[in-house]
């Protein structure tokens, strides 16, 4: 299917850790593999935001509740961030559905790789339960799975426009976003070792 591509359309391309917001005429793309991206919209207002996130904590359990860990309380800012900034350019919460996109599986579990093949799967949990728990309708997703995506959603209907990257790339991908991961992690534990407690 060929993507529409309007003569003066902007086109923004977000990177991990990034987000974007328009009343405009825009198209927001961003290459995804373990991230995720949420699509939010306020169909009433015509209002876009997307952003592009990875969950990053070597700590993190299965079975921990996300919003108690620090790859959740990531999320929550990152979604509380988009959310935020269609706020402030007059979305109504109360009129935002979402879509959602990523969360691959691209590296093959290993002693090198620790706990990285479980990120994808992360991600996909905490977005899921995010919207359920802020009462934004998940009105449809493409998540999982052992492929990249090349993501473009559009201002103009609110479609979201989905490549699958073929398998060759993924692996190139995948080392791509696990050093992404390790320098996230890196720089937190930085952050900790550095901070003081004032009593």
Request: aromatic share 10%; net charge positive; proline share 3%.
């Amino acid at each position: 299917m060929k993507m529409p591509d309007g003569p003066h359309q902007l086109r923004v391309n977000l990177k991990p850790g990034e987000h974007y917001v328009s009343c405009g005429n825009v198209i927001i793309s961003t290459l995804l593999g373990s991230c995720v991206s949420a699509c939010l919209y306020d169909p009433v207002r015509k209002i876009i935001g997307m952003n592009h996130f990875l969950l990053s904590n070597r700590r993190y359990s299965y079975n921990m509740p996300y919003y108690i860990t620090e790859a959740g309380r990531y999320g929550i800012h990152a979604m509380e961030i988009l959310i935020n900034d269609m706020l402030a350019q007059g979305a109504m919460r109360g009129n935002l559905v979402a879509k959602a996109f990523g969360g691959a599986s691209l590296l093959q579990r290993s002693n090198e790789i620790g706990n990285f093949f479980c990120v994808g799967e992360v991600n996909i949990r905490f977005i899921k339960a995010f919207l359920q728990m802020e009462g934004i309708p998940l009105i449809t997703a493409d998540l999982g799975g052992d492929r990249g995506r090349v993501v473009h959603f559009h201002h103009d209907d609110f479609a979201v426009y989905v490549r699958k990257i073929q398998r060759t790339g993924n692996h190139k991908l995948g080392l791509k976003e696990k050093q992404y991961w390790l320098k996230s992690i890196e720089m937190q534990e930085r952050k900790e070792a550095g901070s003081v407690t004032l009593f």
